[in-house]
């Protein structure tokens, strides 16, 4: 019965994995749109994280991630005799199985190893196996989703370590000291996880000195290669020595000194220091949270997640996917009910919660905006795509359309201010234009790309007539849930709802305006 629970949830969590939902800009522009621009030179939008002055994300962790199964599907590519280049959406589909992979073994084998007893091992297993976190976020390429792996196989290189029946433990702490330092330089907070194991360790050094200078000696030449990649990244000229030496870019220093200061932090949104306590873990955890004040099970993990949690909420800017790392090590640290009844409740409320967020978050949240830009790539008439109310649009996925497809993302515009732009962008109206497919022919051609539930152009969408801007619908998507539109105010709780998933689904139409022709294509009107 075991065994088959948990083959079903590996399956929903490929499932997921495999559904084009798109959670937050994130997962795209600070990994795969970066790493696919240097292999498959796919023109690519890299962030102010990238390109400012004082760079904060490092590269060093994105190419063993990324970068090798990219060279790998590009190897086997050729080959098999494939002519061309790769279509960016086989690479971004390589990505979304490989996280799913990486997910399933090596999460899944951490917990193995983390936890001695076999009925609380099944028990933490099938819990983390059924988070609606692991089947969406973890299946995502966030570097959170990597941060919570990182953790996790700390804690067990930590607790072979301090096994006394284990042999091989100055390969563990080799080990240790790159996957330290992997993890500083994918994100900064992962040292927050290891304050209260780490104190585990010290003892250990205390009696071993020739441990610590292992570990040290792993940390520093894994750190050395990391700066020298980066450094080599950031720059425009050949890298030298005595740039290495006298201007290194080290990224996790930047990272840290942009993040000590409110100012920076308050253009991506302040929060309160209760901010993940109150709001973002339950909101991850569900009805498990409560589990962990009614009935914790005390463990390194526990403690692990507890000082990560803190640390995390120091920092003013703080986001649900931030806590990622404590989901299985919080979930793995709980006591189901003794009591029948009360044990029943609590798993038909864990599963409702799951399977709601689960389709809610790995199927509908953003759902059309990968599907929106396959099929952007593939109108030879497109030169102008305007993204209202969206995410911002991973272009690497245009497969080189972008050379001549310019993408703008005026997601907060107000209607009035995207009626004159789309005016003064829309190509003009000509008889191909009223014709099935004749549009593609032209040259070029103004595209929107809006949810459904924009309500605000539903009076411009029906114009025939000779003047104004004309729509033409040319997509849709259904799957697509805009909850970033939630008007409260204006249309109150009905009627929010009502609009956003009653008329959920994203749309393309073509733009064109009446411009000053000639008389035989009047006449043709």
């Known amino acids: 019965m075991w065994r088959r629970t948990y083959l079903v949830l590996v399956l929903l969590r490929l499932w997921f994995a495999l559904s084009p939902s798109y959670l937050h800009p994130d997962e795209n522009f600070q990994g795969p749109e970066v790493i696919a621009g240097q292999i498959f030179s796919y023109p690519v939008r890299r962030t102010w994280e990238f390109t400012s002055d004082q760079p904060i994300r490092s590269v060093f962790p994105l190419w063993p991630v990324y970068g090798l199964p990219m060279l790998l599907l590009r190897w086997l590519w050729v080959g098999n005799g494939q002519d061309g280049e790769i279509p960016p959406i086989a690479v971004f589909w390589t990505l979304r199985v490989l996280m799913f992979l990486i997910s399933f073994v090596l999460e899944d084998w951490a917990l193995h190893e983390l936890i001695p007893s076999q009925r609380h091992r099944r028990m933490a297993v099938l819990l983390v196996a059924s988070s609606y976190v692991t089947w969406t976020y973890q299946t995502h390429t966030f570097s959170n989703s990597v941060e919570t792996l990182v953790v996790a196989w700390s804690l067990v290189l930590i607790q072979r370590i301090l096994d006394p029946r284990q042999r091989t433990t100055m390969l563990s702490t080799f080990s240790l000291g790159v996957v330290g330092v992997f993890g500083v330089f994918n994100r900064i907070t992962f040292l927050g996880f290891l304050l209260i194991p780490g104190l585990r360790l010290i003892p250990h050094f205390l009696k071993k000195p020739s441990a610590f200078f292992v570990m040290l000696s792993a940390a520093l030449l894994t750190s050395f290669l990391a700066i020298t990649l980066d450094t080599s990244f950031y720059s425009t000229e050949p890298i030298t020595w005595s740039r290495l030496i006298h201007r290194p870019v080290i990224t996790p220093l930047n990272n840290f000194i942009y993040n000590s200061s409110t100012e920076n932090l308050a253009k991506h949104g302040l929060h309160p220091w209760y901010q993940h306590l109150l709001a973002n873990l339950p909101m991850l955890l569900g009805p498990a949270a409560m589990l962990l004040f009614v009935q914790p099970h005390l463990s390194l993990r ?49 599963v409702v919660f799951n399977i709601f967020f689960g389709v809610l978050m790995g199927t509908y949240h953003q759902g059309g905006v990968v599907p929106a830009q396959v099929f952007m790539s593939k109108q030879p008439d497109a030169t102008q795509a305007i993204w209202w109310k969206t995410y911002t ?8 359309k972008n050379e001549v497809l310019k993408t703008t993302d005026v997601m907060g515009m107000k209607g009035e201010a995207l009626l004159e732009e789309l005016t003064r962008l829309a190509t003009c109206d000509t008889p191909a234009d009223r014709r099935n497919q004749e549009y593609l022919k032209e040259k070029n051609g103004t595209y929107l790309i809006a949810p459904a539930s924009a309500t605000w152009l539903d009076p411009y969408l029906p114009n025939k007539g000779l003047q104004g801007l004309r729509f033409r619908e040319v997509w849709r998507y259904r799957q697509h849930l805009n909850l970033d539109d939630m008007e409260f105010g204006d249309d109150g709780v009905w009627g929010t709802l009502s609009r956003v998933i009653g008329r959920r689904g994203l749309v393309a139409w073509r733009i064109t305006k009446s411009c000053n022709q000639p008389a035989t294509e009047q006449a043709d009107r």
């Not at 649009?393 to 080189?400: A, Q």
Request: proline share 9%; aromatic share 10%.
């Open 302 to 350: 526990l403690y692990s997640a507890i000082s990560g949690l803190v640390v995390l909420s120091l920092a003013q800017h703080q986001e649900a996917r931030f806590l990622l790392p404590t989901i299985p090590l919080f979930l793995s640290s709980v006591k189901l009910p003794r009591n029948r009844k009360i044990l029943r409740a609590w798993a038909i409320s864990w």
């Open 393 to 400: 649009p991973p272009i690497w996925l245009l497969d080189g």
